[in-house]
């Protein structure tokens, strides 16, 4: 706990100035109730050509809320290091949940995985770059230890990954449904044009 004090204290003695000061509260924002990651997902979704990424991002999402929100921070009930250090002055409303993980990190991760995975090259890449300004705003703002943002990042990654694998095994199941009903008609029309 010491050595995670110490990192937010590293930052607020050395890192704070103005344009932080303005900039870490709106980069922050983006990732409030993961409202831009959900954004991109029902854009993804809008279309024909990204509409399989929309779902896996969106599965992703789905597997965040439940493992993070909903099963880990209740569970681990951590208190945020402004509680622990009154002392600091926020910049941001203080959030009301639990500090492990940190979940604007989670879902930024998952987001990241997902997109790795569904192969968007670029917008990985994208998405990579704004989840570490994330993870570094809450930090900056002292409302996550050290330790909640590596937590979100693991449990981000591993519900990317479980997002893609329900998308990937729904998909073969429905292919699977498809190919079985193909092939059921395709006997009905043997059988009947045998007896004519």
Not at 20 to 26: I, V
Not at 67 to 75: A, D, H, Q, S, V
Not at 171 to 182: C, F, V
Request: glycine share 6%.
């Amino acid at each position: 706990m010491e050595i995670e004090f110490a990192i937010l204290d590293f930052i607020q003695e050395h890192m704070r100035n103005a344009v932080l000061d303005f900039l870490m509260p709106l980069i922050t924002k983006l990732g409030d109730a993961g409202i831009f990651w959900i954004l991109l997902a029902v854009v993804l979704l809008l279309f024909k050509k990204t509409r399989k990424t929309g779902l896996i991002l969106a599965a992703a999402l789905l597997m965040d809320l439940l493992l993070c929100n909903i099963l880990i921070k209740p569970l681990v009930a951590r208190a945020r290091p402004f509680e622990m250090n009154p002392s600091v002055s926020l910049l941001v409303k203080k959030p009301g949940d639990y500090s492990f993980p940190s979940g604007h990190t989670a879902a930024s991760f998952a987001s990241v995985t997902a997109l790795f995975l569904a192969k968007e090259k670029r917008l990985w890449k994208l998405a990579l770059l704004l989840a570490c300004l994330l993870a570094f705003s809450r930090l900056y703002l002292y409302v996550h230890f050290p330790t909640d943002i590596l937590g979100g990042i693991v449990f981000g990654i591993a519900a990317g990954i479980a997002g893609f694998m329900i998308v990937r095994i729904t998909e073969k199941q429905i292919n699977k449904n498809k190919i079985q009903k193909s092939s059921e008609i395709s006997s009905c029309f043997n059988d009947t044009s045998g007896g004519i």
